[in-house]
């Protein structure tokens, strides 16, 4: 079959992935790929793992002798990068908007572009660290200005609170336990959709070290399978319950597929902040915890924390980034 026809029959999969690809690289590497597919395309042949090619610039490109292709496709790629970079603009005018709509008095700092490869880990110093075993940090060793917010449990479902998160778009990661988030999967599912990482913290919430080997993992590999008929994702971070661990308990996350075990600097609440040490600043990488908790538990709501937790970061100088980005 022909090249464009093989295309077109892609269709839908490849301007899926030529979005999914602008988003994931961003829009210079996306015009490098556009001008070299419009090229082998008119050179009349596509490798297989080559065939993010939209719909206009596959029409655009059929029949044309190879270096039209490439004009069309250098021309094309342009046109792409400018609107990308309105897209841009448009956003941020949305982000600062919004800022001021939810209270804060400056937009929350932009984290930098993500590491080109994951931080290599190992445990945090007086954590267990042996060979095998996933490493257990409380902060990701960088040099970027970035803190990780990671909210768990999921006792409270506040709408208000993912839009506000989706509004200033703040990275974060859920771990989820399933004996309190079970009741309305749904929340989740949509906060994942918003681009909301979510990470394994247990079937029922239990203290670790008190069970068996043999509990310990079903309750991690249990909560593997729940998650991904859930929500679609098999997680490769772990947080147990309190913080509370055993070598038992890293063994048997190792075989449930988890990959590392992020515990936290600082604890966030919606009338405090809890420094973990004595300087009471963050530092580059720190693991911010919070809880999916209401005003019954604490003195406000979610919002409260976030607002907090932003104005804390910004004064100090820190973006919020995205845990998986690192690790
Ligand atoms: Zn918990």
């Given at each position: 079959?022909?090249?464009?026809?093989?295309?077109?029959?892609?269709?839908?999969?490849?301007?899926?992935?030529?979005?999914?690809?602008?988003?994931?690289?961003?829009?210079?590497?996306?015009?490098?790929?556009?001008?070299?597919?419009?090229?082998?395309?008119?050179?009349?042949?596509?490798?297989?793992?080559?065939?993010?090619?939209?719909?206009?610039?596959?029409?655009?490109?059929?029949?044309?002798?190879?270096?039209?292709?490439?004009?069309?496709?250098?021309?094309?790629?342009?046109?792409?990068?400018?609107?990308?970079?309105?897209?841009?603009?448009?956003?941020?005018?949305?982000?600062?908007?919004?800022?001021?709509?939810?209270?804060?008095?400056?937009?929350?700092?932009?984290?930098?572009?993500?590491?080109?490869?994951?931080?290599?880990?190992?445990?945090?110093p007086?954590?267990?660290?042996?060979?095998?075993?996933?490493?257990?940090?409380?902060?990701?060793?960088?040099?970027?200005?970035?803190?990780?917010?990671?909210?768990?449990?999921?006792?409270?479902?506040?709408?208000?609170?993912?839009?506000?998160?989706?509004?200033?778009?703040?990275?974060?990661?859920?771990?989820?336990?399933?004996?309190?988030?079970?009741?309305?999967?749904?929340?989740?599912?949509?906060?994942?959709?918003?681009?909301?990482?979510?990470?394994?913290?247990?079937?029922?919430?239990?203290?670790?070290?008190?069970?068996?080997?043999?509990q310990?993992?079903?309750?991690?590999?249990?909560?593997?399978?729940?998650?991904?008929?859930?929500?679609?994702?098999?997680?490769?971070?772990f947080?147990?319950?309190?913080?509370a661990?055993?070598?038992?308990?890293?063994?048997?996350?190792?075989?449930?597929?988890?990959?590392?075990?992020p515990?936290?600097?600082?604890?966030?609440?919606?009338?405090?902040?809890?420094?973990?040490?004595?300087?009471?600043?963050?530092?580059?990488?720190?693991?911010?915890?919070?809880?999916?908790?209401?005003?019954?538990?604490?003195?406000?709501?979610?919002?409260?924390?976030?607002?907090?937790?932003?104005?804390?970061?910004?004064?100090?100088?820190?973006?919020?980034a995205r845990?998986?980005?690192?690790?």
């Amino acid at each position: 079959m022909p090249i464009i026809g093989q295309i077109r029959q892609n269709d839908r999969r490849a301007s899926g992935r030529w979005r999914q690809l602008r988003r994931a690289v961003g829009a210079s590497t996306v015009v490098a790929l556009a001008v070299s597919c419009a090229a082998v395309s008119g050179a009349g042949h596509l490798p297989d793992d080559r065939a993010p090619l939209d719909r206009p610039l596959a029409a655009a490109v059929e029949g044309l002798p190879l270096g039209e292709a490439q004009r069309v496709g250098a021309e094309y790629a342009a046109a792409s990068l400018a609107d990308y970079a309105h897209a841009l603009e448009r956003a941020e005018a949305r982000r600062v908007a919004a800022a001021k709509r939810w209270g804060l008095a400056t937009p929350p700092l932009r984290p930098p572009a993500p590491p080109p490869q994951k931080v290599e880990l190992a445990s945090t110093p007086g954590l267990i660290a042996d060979a095998g075993l996933p490493p257990v940090v409380v902060r990701v060793p960088t040099d970027d200005k970035v803190v990780f917010l990671t909210i768990d449990d999921g006792w409270h479902k506040d709408p208000r609170f993912t839009r506000m998160l989706r509004e200033l778009d703040i990275p974060y990661s859920a771990f989820l336990s399933d004996y309190v988030a079970k009741d309305d999967y749904d929340y989740f599912r949509r906060m994942h959709r918003d681009g909301a990482a979510v990470q394994n913290h247990t079937l029922h919430h239990k203290e670790m070290p008190k069970l068996s080997y043999a509990q310990q993992r079903r309750e991690i590999c249990d909560m593997q399978e729940v998650l991904k008929k859930e929500i679609g994702v098999t997680p490769r971070l772990f947080r147990p319950p309190y913080g509370a661990y055993n070598r038992d308990t890293l063994r048997a996350a190792a075989t449930c597929g988890i990959e590392a075990v992020p515990l936290w600097a600082e604890e966030a609440w919606a009338e405090k902040f809890d420094w973990g040490r004595a300087d009471r600043v963050f530092h580059p990488g720190d693991i911010i915890l919070t809880h999916f908790r209401g005003p019954q538990e604490w003195g406000g709501t979610m919002n409260d924390m976030l607002r907090r937790t932003l104005k804390t970061a910004t004064d100090q100088g820190f973006a919020l980034a995205r845990l998986e980005d690192y690790i």
